[in-house]
């Protein structure tokens, strides 16, 4: 019988060393919490430092926002191509050291993009980046849901989200005072300490973990899904870009659409009637992560679109500086990380419905805030709709994530967080591309209509015309000929500034228009908790 009992405990200790199982200290799972959020931290700040450098950037290599965006949307491109497959690695060659190599990519990536010397090369290296970022969001949150039991797991993805939202907070503040001090290539270097640290307490902390149920690997719906995303997005940013002149009708612009649309048919029957897909899109079927998923896909579009803007306006239109602009995102992420573990409490003791739904509508509202900016608009009047913007970030996200996984399955939690991280940042790449085309379209149009408005006849034109060359001569010491110049100039001047701002008014209402229809869909989302015992 001993040796029944010793051959147990040896086949036992075998098995639990082969799926990954090692023996957990009661405050394991709170010091891979706090790993988590260090890395969590890095990839949301490269989401949110870059923007307020991004006119930096645009003058250094002289390029215009068409090229530019693509800084931003290459890194999120990048990110929703990686996400839905970092969970079958995860599954395949563990946890820890996929965690790990993303990391390590993050890292070089960051190194890369500070030694870019033209745009090219910076958004080849972004890519790099949104590769590991693509790898550490989905697995950060796959790993928090499955150390922490059901009842906590609202509370440990609120201090989650409280690592994106000093990001958020922080990340544009910092970003700021890079730039305007030193040089926009520090915006990345700040990360590599950052994440040499970050592998270091990945290999101290973390244990590996394995799904002993892992499947192929679906190489023709992660073929069609490189193929859509990418494609989709580069026509949707090119249909007005200034070295496009047949616009929308291009055939390359034609021909990437009918592409694109083909691989997201090929990558739907796919996902949909394979044994092993590469997103288990049938997790969509549930009720609850169906519409959860639906809500995040337009809460991003609104809120990655609109974030894109707002440096544009208060750098390009207000003249503020990089530091000034990026000091106004300050209490966005403060307020953030404030109420997203109160949020959580709340979403785990009640219904998570009221927060979500209140939060989405408040969001709305701050875009309308924003839909009424001038070239005359207070500091106060900008801050109010950041400090809004704020309060409902905290208070969606974390019951919004809590629902979506309340009735998901222990072992699918990597590939439903997978999906839900790849929605979030398609939607975010969609909303930056679709706002960018928005913009340059509605700048256009406003242009147009207020330079047909300008008749260089009239009396008014003339008497504005002659003050301006007055006071050109008087302050700017300027001759008559080059005064009457300049005061044309400046009329010029301040109807193309005017025209931006109004675009970018028509951006935020769009923005607006597109998150209050989130509501919706929470409205008929089931918030049913079930009581089990608390594991500490």
């Not at 799926?19 to 490269?46: C, E, Q």
């Not at 990340?171 to 590599?192: H, M, T």
């Not at 034609?254 to 092993?276: D, H, K, M, P, Q």
């Not at 896909?297 to 500086?321: A, D, E, H, I, K």
Request: net charge positive; with cysteine.
């Amino acid at each position: 019988m001993r040796s029944l009992s010793i051959t147990h405990k040896l086949r036992r200790k075998l098995r639990n060393r082969d799926s990954g199982y090692h023996p957990r200290h009661t405050n394991y799972k709170w010091f891979v919490l706090a790993n988590i959020m260090l890395g969590t931290f890095m990839a949301v700040l490269d989401s949110t430092i870059v923007n307020v450098g991004l006119p930096k950037i645009m003058a250094s290599f002289g390029v215009g926002i068409d090229k530019i965006e693509w800084v931003v949307t290459a890194y999120m491109l990048a990110m929703a191509v990686m996400l839905p497959t970092s969970g079958w690695l995860a599954d395949k060659f563990g946890y820890k050291r996929l965690y790990f190599i993303g990391l390590l990519l993050f890292t070089v990536g960051s190194l890369l993009c500070g030694m870019s010397n033209d745009e090219n090369t910076l958004i080849l290296s972004r890519i790099i980046q949104g590769l590991g970022a693509g790898t550490i969001q989905p697995l950060g949150m796959a790993i928090i849901t499955r150390e922490f039991p059901p009842q906590q797991r609202g509370m440990a993805l609120g201090f989650w989200a409280i690592s994106a939202a000093a990001s958020v907070s922080f990340g544009p503040l910092i970003g700021g005072y890079l730039v305007d001090n030193f040089s926009w290539q520090l915006i990345f270097d700040v990360n590599v300490p950052f994440g040499i640290a970050a592998l270091v307490f990945t290999i101290l902390i973390q244990k590996e973990y394995f799904n002993p149920r892992v499947g192929k690997f679906d190489l023709i719906g992660f073929i069609s899904v490189v193929t859509f995303f990418p494609l989709m997005l580069y026509a949707l940013s090119e249909g007005t870009a200034a070295t496009n002149s047949s616009g929308w009708t291009a055939p390359y612009i034609l021909g990437c659409f009918a592409i694109s649309a083909i691989a997201f048919t090929v990558f739907l029957t796919r996902e949909l009637t394979t044994e092993n897909p590469l997103i288990e899109l049938r997790l969509l079927g549930n009720y609850n992560f169906g519409m959860a998923n639906l809500v995040m896909l337009v809460f991003s579009m609104g809120m990655f679109g609109s974030t894109f803007l707002l440096p544009l306006y208060l750098q390009n239109s207000m003249g503020y500086t990089a530091v000034q602009a990026g000091a106004v995102f300050l209490p966005v992420g403060i307020i953030q990380g404030f109420m997203s573990p109160i949020a959580g409490r709340v979403s785990d003791k009640f219904s998570p419905k009221a927060p979500i739904i209140l939060g989405v509508i408040i969001l709305g509202i701050s875009f309308i805030l924003n839909s009424q900016l001038t070239y005359l608009s207070e500091n106060n009047f900008i801050m109010l709709s950041l400090y809004l913007r704020g309060f409902a970030m905290g208070i969606v996200f974390t019951p919004l994530s809590n629902l979506s996984l309340l009735t998901i399955p222990r072992d699918k939690m990597a590939q439903a967080s997978g999906i839900s991280n790849t929605i979030r940042q398609f939607g975010g790449s969609l909303g930056v591309a679709m706002f960018t085309t928005l913009l340059i379209s509605r700048v256009n149009f406003h242009s147009q209509m207020y330079g047909a408005a300008i008749q260089s006849g009239t009396q008014q034109f003339k008497n504005v015309a002659t003050d301006l060359s007055y006071y050109a001569q008087q302050h700017v010491g300027s001759n008559m000929t080059t005064a009457i110049q300049q005061s044309k100039y400046m009329i010029l001047s301040h109807v193309n500034k005017q025209a931006y701002i109004q675009g970018i008014d028509d951006d935020f209402w769009i923005a607006a228009l597109i998150t209050l229809v989130g509501v919706i869909p929470v409205i008929f989302m089931r918030s049913k908790n079930k009581k089990q015992p608390v594991k500490v």
